[in-house]
Structure formats: C-alpha cells, structure tokens
C-alpha cells in the first residue's frame, strides 16, 4: 500500500465560526485557498457537532484536516480544540457518568476516528494540559513517534519542519510508523538517485 498519496501530502486547515438561524443549513462549508471555512448555527448543530460532521465531509473527500481554528469563541476553548486538531482528535464536551475525566477514545478501526472527551464543566486549560497523556495512553506508538518527530525539528533547527509536519500527519492518519519512515527514505533514495543521474557528465559517442 503506497501511503505517500498526493492527498496526503497536502493537509489543510478548518475554520469555524458561529452563524445564525437566518442561514439555509445548520452548517455551511466553502473553501477559501488551502483552508476550509465552515459556518454553523448553534441553534441547530452544537460546535462538536459541526466540527466532527466537517472533518468527517473533508475526509470523505480524501481532505485531511490537520488544524481546526475557531474563530470568535473563549481563547481557552480555541487552544483546546487546535492542540487537538494537530493530532487529528475530535473534541467532545460530554455530560453524564461515563466520562469523569479528559480521556482520548479510539471509537473505531479508523486510527482518525478518534476523540477527546472532557467532562461538563472541566477546566479547559486543565484539559490542555492533560492532552499528551491522554493521547499517549490511547495510541502509544504514534505518540513516541511524534516526540522523536519534534526532537528533529529541534536539532534541524527549523530547516526541515514543513517535511517533518507531514510525515507527523501521515504516522497520525496511517497509524504505521514504520512504513512511513521506509517510504519516505524510499523517497530521499530515488530523488538523491535522479539528481546524481542527472549531474553525470555525458560520455562521447
């Protein structure tokens, strides 16, 4: 299986803003360049709703969503929801007895198909600070991944993040950290290869 698609290589962001009743549908979507703006009604579609129903639109789509931005609503509430984003979670403010604390649930086979859930009335900074346990306790191996993809954008001294951003979204999505890895340096052989061709005196006929 080949994961180094073309619609994988390019991730885009989600843009949610509250709408109003006055809209034709309980959530409106456009693009908008390389990111995604959707509108909702609150009356209509709470702000879970309309941010898993989006996610779940784009995907379907083949459009990977690696940042949701909410604009106009509480500062703790948007950091929640864009430190989730990066890692490709769903966020679910739930009532009721099942979710005493912020846990991240994997909900099916899909590796993207998962969601921060975080009790009614929890302390959203709280809830910030508990993400990368949360996330590491539900999938592991993609979490040491991650740290060892944010210990070499350190080293690389920022030359390489973009590159190292996407293989961070392709190990989140494909849950497959080693075939990553291998395509990628499949990757770096093949163009190395290509350019030391290229670069190689003709010889006379």
Do not use: C
């Amino acid at each position: 299986m080949t994961i180094l698609t073309r619609e994988r290589l390019f991730a885009a962001s989600l843009h949610l803003r509250q709408g109003d009743a006055q809209q034709a549908k309980a959530v409106m979507l456009r693009s908008d360049g390389d990111r995604f703006i959707a509108v909702y009604d609150p009356e209509r579609a709470s702000l879970d709703t309309a941010a898993v129903l989006t996610r779940a639109l784009l995907s379907s789509k083949r459009i990977t969503i690696s940042e949701v931005i909410l604009e106009g609503h509480d500062p703790d509430l948007t950091a929640l929801y864009r430190a989730a984003s990066k890692l490709l979670l769903d966020v679910e403010i739930a009532s009721g007895p099942r979710v005493t604390e912020p846990a991240v649930r994997v909900l099916s086979q899909d590796p993207t198909q998962a969601t921060y859930f975080i009790p009614e009335g929890w302390d959203l900074n709280d809830a910030l600070g508990r993400l990368p346990a949360a996330f590491a306790a539900a999938r592991p191996k993609v979490a040491r991944n991650l740290k060892r993809i944010e210990q070499a954008k350190k080293e690389s001294g920022g030359k390489i993040d973009h590159v190292l951003d996407v293989i961070a979204v392709l190990v989140l999505e494909t849950d497959d950290p080693v075939g990553v890895w291998d395509e990628v340096l499949q990757l770096l052989h093949q163009v190395r290869a290509e350019r030391t061709s290229g670069a190689a005196p003709a010889t006379a006929a």
